[in-house]
């Protein structure tokens, strides 16, 4: 299908269907970047130019992408399991050829002839050209041929044992029964929800939607300490030796590259640059927190001896989310289970929609159900439309869990933005993936106000990268330094916070007269201040275990350092588990987790700047827009931010947020 507008395409990815189809354009996709690295790699060097060497790539990867994005999106949503194992097989087949086509000879000669006649380059191109030679370099491509060969071997097992701790954590289905005493203090309609064994006990999973109102407002401690132990054992019995397999791989490759450790050789392609520096922002960071989430701590515990009537009783790790939810219940009197009664998920998103397109100048157009392919009958499309009429691609929303499907919440790119030959512009496509509850047969679904926080961050995702004007497929929306990634994302969450904002969609399920008041909504906020040091504490605990385990050194115990940093920074966690085994950053976000805090500090300073001119200030919206989204990796992020600042970045305003009065 597609659309054709003034200077831009529009498509939409031809999904295939059934496992032969899925194995057959694996097929075809390995063919033809076979083909096209050996016509590029095989052209005359006195004779290359920008067309046939950066270009060209730049075009086989667009073109990969193309098959390979919607091949790897379907192994993580579709429903039928035979679907999921042959895209499963492709992407393990096409990771082992693009480890192959990295170290092509020829590649990488037509690159560095173009480097040495290049002259006057600039733009994109110059960066461009900068980033395919750190690139090579990081290869090794300037080593001897052995060594090349065993780099390449390296990085070929390495995928496949992340392909495969990825695949143990979204198939493990481990799950607790607990009677209806134990399911005390959670509401009538999510009991109602749950399954049910043939002993009449009901059936708590695993998955977010059923273990976080467990952990929250369950009173029996018992079952939350049962319920968190199994959470944190997540396919730990393969995962855990996997993972430390993992860490071996890595440190040997930075080695054999000529790097001191993992950390190394990962930041060097970030904001942060060096472990230095990421360790100097985390200790920064916890050294600031330490004060207030030390008293955040001693209120919940003081809460719990209230509540136990227990004085030597004291806050363990299971008793986090409780106790947090119950603070915040009893001393601002906000009940999440109340408050999300005025969060139904459809009306949410509608109002979400209303509100970029009066920051940004777009609008969201649903497409009718049947003009499109679905994967699952609750998928739905939207095509993204700038106020001036131009078309700028498509998003699917897949909302609600099941079986098989990813279980956590992210954003699929499944067609790149870039400059056709001819000029056009083609338009991205992306889908959103959550986990929200389903409706039941008398309420909509409903989520909670972390939950519209997740929908929001998680557009904020989508919106970097079909906004994009980037004229290279490399850097496409969200290809830029790993540590801005969540910037334009988090950025975002801000506005779930404004009463003006709130008060525009959060109406009550069945009294749609009734709105979320604004002395509500203060509470909130006073409530979220309430507890933030210990958020970011956990933050802190998690980018330290993740820098920890991948310093220079061999022979590493992934459990031992992640739970023992946790245990110090954070709160103990249990000795018989084993929480970095169902870690699922640690395949794409290794030596890069503090990029979530990272990124939420340059978020706030984005965010002071809509301080300054008003919340829905359009021109601060569209500065962003265009300063922050329309980029993509197209020029060096520091830029960017300086560009929709209009100064240095600071910290200043994420401190001042952060460590305001609650």
């Not at 173009?114 to 370099?137: I, N, S």
């Not at 309609?189 to 059923?210: A, T, V």
């Not at 947090?324 to 109340?338: A, E, G, H, I, P």
Request: include cysteine; glycine fraction near 6%; aromatic fraction near 10%.
């Amino acid at each position: 299908m597609k659309i054709q507008e003034p200077a831009n395409v529009l498509s939409l990815p031809p999904f295939e269907t059934t496992a032969e189809e899925i194995r057959k354009s694996g097929e075809k996709l390995l063919a033809m970047s076979q083909e096209l690295t050996k016509r590029i790699g095989s052209q005359n060097l006195a004779d290359v130019t920008l067309e046939s060497s950066l270009r060209a790539i730049d075009d086989l990867d667009f073109d990969e992408g193309q098959i390979f994005g919607r091949i790897y999106f379907l192994q993580n949503v579709h429903p039928d399991p035979d679907v999921r194992e042959a895209a499963r097989e492709v992407q393990v087949a096409f990771q082992a050829w693009c480890i192959e086509r990295a170290y092509d000879e020829g590649l990488f000669k037509v690159t560095e002839a173009f480097a040495k006649k290049a002259t006057g380059l600039g733009g994109e191109e110059k960066k461009l050209l900068e980033e395919r030679l750190k690139d090579y370099r990081r290869l090794g491509m300037h080593l001897p041929e052995i060594e090349r060969m065993e780099l390449k071997r390296l990085q070929k097992k390495l995928s496949e044992i992340e392909t495969h701790f990825s695949k143990n954590i979204q198939e493990y289905n481990d799950c607790l029964y607990a009677t209806l005493d134990q399911l005390e203090g959670l509401e009538p309609s999510f009991i109602e929800s749950l399954e049910r064994d043939l002993e009449g006990r009901y059936r708590i999973s695993l998955e977010y939607p059923e273990f976080l109102p467990v952990m929250e407002h369950a009173h029996d401690e018992n079952l939350r300490r049962e319920l968190f132990i199994k959470k944190n054992n997540t396919a730990a019995q393969e995962n855990s030796k996997l993972l430390n397999e993992m860490l071996q791989l890595r440190q040997e490759i930075a080695e054999r590259l000529g790097y001191q450790s993992w950390n190394h050789y990962v930041l060097e392609k970030r904001m942060a640059q060096t472990p230095e520096k990421v360790q100097a922002f985390l200790d920064h960071l916890e050294s600031r927190l330490r004060a207030q989430a030390d008293s955040e701590l001693k209120k919940l515990q003081d809460l719990k001896i209230e509540t136990t009537k227990d004085l030597q009783a004291e806050i363990h790790i299971w008793d986090y989310y409780f106790y947090s939810s119950l603070y915040k219940k009893q001393n601002f009197d906000v009940n999440s289970q109340t408050i999300k009664e005025y969060f139904p998920l459809n009306q949410v998103i509608d109002g979400m929609f209303e509100l970029i397109r009066k920051l940004f100048g777009i609008k969201m157009e649903e497409q009718k159900a049947g003009s499109f392919y679905r994967w699952h009958e609750e998928v739905r499309l939207f095509k993204v439309v700038d106020e001036s009429g131009e078309g700028l691609g498509y998003f699917y929303l897949d909302l609600h869990p099941r079986e098989g499907k990813y279980n956590h919440a992210a954003a699929f790119g499944l067609i790149d933005g870039k400059q056709l030959h001819d000029g056009r512009y083609q338009r991205p496509v992306s889908a959103m993936v959550c986990n929200f509850p389903r409706p039941s047969k008398d309420r909509p679904s409903l989520i909670p106000h972390a939950e519209v926080e997740t929908l929001f961050h998680e557009f904020g995702h989508i919106l970097h990268g079909l906004l994009t004007r980037a004229k290279y497929a490399a850097f496409s929306g969200t290809s830029v330094a790993w540590d801005f990634v969540e910037a334009p994302s988090q950025v975002l969450e801000n506005w779930i916070w404004d009463a003006e904002v709130l008060q525009s969609f959060a109406r009550h399920y069945e009294r749609n007269s009734d709105t979320l008041s604004k002395a509500l909504i203060d509470k909130m906020n006073q409530a979220r201040k309430s507890g933030s040091a210990l958020f970011y504490l956990r933050q802190v605990a998690l980018a330290k275990s993740d820098i920890e385990m991948h310093r220079e050194g061999r022979d590493k115990d992934s459990i031992a350092i992640s739970n023992k940093i946790i245990s110090s920074v954070f709160l103990p966690l249990p000795q018989q588990t084993a929480f970095a085994a169902g870690w699922g950053h640690m395949t794409n976000y290794a030596s890069g987790y503090y990029g979530y805090a990272w990124a939420d500090v340059m978020a706030a300073d984005l965010f002071s700047e809509f301080k300054k001119t008003g919340i829905l200030d359009h021109a601060t919206g569209r500065r962003l827009r265009q300063e922050i989204y329309e980029p993509g990796g197209s020029r060096d992020e520091n830029e960017s931010l300086k560009a929709f600042l209009r100064r240095e970045p600071s910290d200043e305003a994420f401190f001042n947020e952060l460590l305001g009065s609650a």
